[in-house]
């Protein structure tokens, strides 16, 4: 980046200089923040949806409840699908399906890393210096995705108790509730 204290002529870095950075490279500047907003936000989502207690599924299980109370049939619908839900939040194999399906993934992803590296590292590859870089880019990105794979499913695993799964059930079972509750009330009105 740039020093603060002194500049390449020796003189003090003022604010009229910083500001002249900012101004020349703001472009650049504006894309570094905005992509680093849109990673962050992303990265956050999906950090969100490997715990049981998602702020974001239950925005999404919210929203159709909504939806499903269109009509009785669509209710009745989603309280099976809660139902079948609720027995699979249950099930303790559940957690290491999820948990091998996360070891395959960083399978996949270290492996793809790994090709890529071997790609880089061949002749053929060479003769392009930015194919070679590019390649190793690649790899290096695979790679670190398949160590975030890895460390939200290690997570993911030792995070559920059964203290958190006992409590996903009883919002299923409270949303349940809920959508038999405007059922019950529905069902005279329509009927007659």
Not at 124 to 135: F, G, H
């Amino acid at each position: 980046m740039f020093a603060i204290s002194v500049n390449a002529q020796g003189d003090e870095v003022s604010f009229d200089t910083v500001w002249h950075h900012i101004m020349v490279h703001g472009e650049d500047i504006a894309w570094a923040v905005g992509l680093a907003a849109f990673f962050g936000i992303l990265f956050a989502v999906v950090f969100d949806l490997f715990s049981r207690d998602s702020r974001v599924r239950a925005a999404i299980r919210h929203v159709n409840n909504r939806m499903s109370e269109q009509s009785i049939l669509l209710m009745i619908q989603r309280i099976e699908q809660l139902e079948r839900y609720k027995k699979q939040l249950a099930d303790a194999r559940w957690i290491y399906l999820i948990a091998l399906q996360g070891l395959f993934l960083t399978l996949i992803v270290f492996s793809s890393g790994v090709a890529c590296l071997a790609f880089s590292l061949m002749q053929q590859a060479r003769i392009n210096p930015q194919t070679t870089e590019m390649l190793l880019l690649i790899s290096a990105c695979f790679c670190g995705g398949a160590a975030g794979f890895a460390l939200v499913g290690l997570g993911y695993v030792l995070r559920d108790t059964p203290e958190k799964v006992q409590s996903a059930v009883r919002q299923v079972d409270l949303e349940i509730e809920g959508l038999q509750k405007v059922l019950r009330a529905r069902s005279p009105r329509d009927t007659a």
